[in-house]
């Protein structure tokens, strides 16, 4: 939301004024205390989250392309004179 916003500003050639959620305008000092008051993430969240994380990837690692190579079956024995 806020990157439409940026751009819808960037497109109009205005200036992004800041505003609290019933729509009053405020300052850049303002803004800055409350996300530091309420957006705030507690250090034994941010430690769980990446204990889980590592526990439980969201993906599995690839495997090379030589490795698939090795794992496929072989190739027909090569004969002199064939294509």
């Given at each position: 939301m806020l990157i439409t916003r940026l751009a819808v500003c960037w497109r109009s050639d205005t200036f992004c004024e800041l505003r609290e959620n019933d729509a009053n305008e405020i300052t850049?000092?303002?803004?800055?205390?409350?996300c530091t008051s309420r957006y705030k993430v507690d250090k034994t969240a941010?430690?769980?989250v990446r204990a889980r994380r590592r526990a439980h990837p969201l993906k599995t690692p690839t495997t090379?392309?030589?490795e698939e190579e090795w794992r496929s079956a072989p190739s027909p024995p090569y004969e002199p004179g064939t294509p």
């Open positions: 850049d000092a303002e803004g800055l205390q409350i941010m430690v769980n090379s392309w030589r």
